[in-house]
């Protein structure tokens, strides 16, 4: 087994042509950008959020509204210690808008599940899509993402980190094994 | 675990950081109140128990949105119509209640350390809502949010609290959480409203009401008891309306961006005139919307996380 703490998937160029990926099948699946609204799921997915909100914006030209979630208080997955609430900020009513909802890695799929719960507490929205950086598989309920960065296969015990820094060419996607490298259970 | 592993008896036994952080979540609370669907999951199958032996009205309603609002259950309890009036006692109530598996207990009583007995009897966590003249730590934590609002930090602001400070558990409760932040309190008020314990107290006495208030950032006005004035501690409502109450003329000794707050219920016209009571420096009705977020704050740190937060 390998014995390597870190590996990287991901250096500065490839997120950066991921992410301009993902704005344009966004523009194409929606015909455009309009009534789009983008929510960053506290706190990764928010940094990654504002990138993709920008690139649609220079494709398009037009201003997007960015919101920002904290899951927290809808969470079914507590930890061992209760999660220390960050802002929420939904800048608009969502009812009738499509939320380009934005997380850095899939998993379980109980964040999203959570932060569906949470959005509809701010209104109706014509329809919620998912965008996430990498998806890592081991999925313990039915969602899947519209938009993906990069598909990752992964061991449950490996742990996925997205950083996204003030500059773009030192983000990069790394994969934590755990100590030694005992492999899947 | 939950965040906050403890009761919330006394601001007095609270660190600075623990009171920074039910500050900061209350802060992030606050926005689900201005939500189009005020109701959150986090609570939900987790039971409240609201235990008042003393009246209230914005204290115990203040506590049930609160719970409500994170998906709670919440039990009221009043001591008029329960077993209290066929002699139960007060630990035998509390030993039942438990058995009950409630998860938290919000106590308000008329004897100084009913919440700490209690505490003493029930697994449960137990928030105290006013312990006789002992303290009032959800109020104090409400007061000092209200004022972060506004002037951003507590650290070096100096607050007077002027009126009844000798029955006052908000005084207290303000006393000490104010101070641990880093703010200087001054106590205003006839020698006969002082507590007895005043110079044991970590504040700056004022028995004159325009001195006291001079060049401070902000003042809490405590209501005037009217009970009091038959024990003899001041002459008549109209002499303490007269050198004690806080009118626009006195408030110009305060800086001009002075915070006015009362923890209500007011006595307009006698410890407050009411265009200070309306006026623009009054943010009475923001510690009321502030009570709901400090509350739903502690509940959440209290009772958020696994099953376990309530150790049982």
Known sequence: ?185 | MSALNRNILALREMSPEEIQLILDQAQEMKEILSRPIKKVPTLRGKSVVTLFFENSTRTRMSFEMAAKTLSADVTGFSASTSSLAKGESLKDTILTLNAMKADAFVIRHSASGAAHFIARHTSARVINAGDGTHEHPTQGLLDMLTIRQHKGTLRGLTVAIVGDIAHSRVARSNVWGLTKMGARVRLVGPRTLLPADVERLPVEVYTDLRRGLSGCDVVNILRIQMERQDAGLFPSVREYAQTFGVDRSVLREARPDVLVMHPGPMNRGIEITPDVADGEFSVVTEQVTNGVAVRMALLYLLLGGSNDAAGH
Request: aromatic content about 4%.
């Open chain 1, 1 to 185: 087994m390998a014995r390597t703490e870190s590996v990287q998937v991901m250096d500065g160029d490839e997120i950066r042509r991921a992410i301009t990926r993902i704005a344009h099948e966004i523009i194409e699946r929606n015909h455009g950008a309009g009534g789009l609204v983008f929510v960053g799921i506290q706190k990764k997915g928010v940094p990654l959020a504002r990138r993709i909100r920008d690139a649609v914006q220079a494709i398009e030209g037009v201003e997007l509204p960015l919101g920002t979630l904290d899951i927290s208080l809808y969470r079914d997955d507590y930890g061992s210690r209760t999660a220390q609430l960050v802002p929420t900020d939904i800048p608009c009513s969502l009812t009738g808008k499509t939320v380009v909802l934005v997380d850095d890695v899939l998993f379980t799929g109980r964040s999203v599940r959570s932060a569906l719960e949470a959005l509809i507490d701010f209104g109706r929205p014509a329809a919620i899509q998912l965008a996430v950086l990498v998806d890592r598989g081991h999925r313990e309920l039915p969602v899947r993402a519209d938009y993906v960065g990069k598909n990752l296969p992964t061991s449950r015990k490996e742990e996925v980190l997205v950083m996204l820094g003030d500059d773009p060419c030192a983000d990069r996607v790394v994969i934590r094994k755990p100590g030694g490298g005992e492999g899947d259970r």
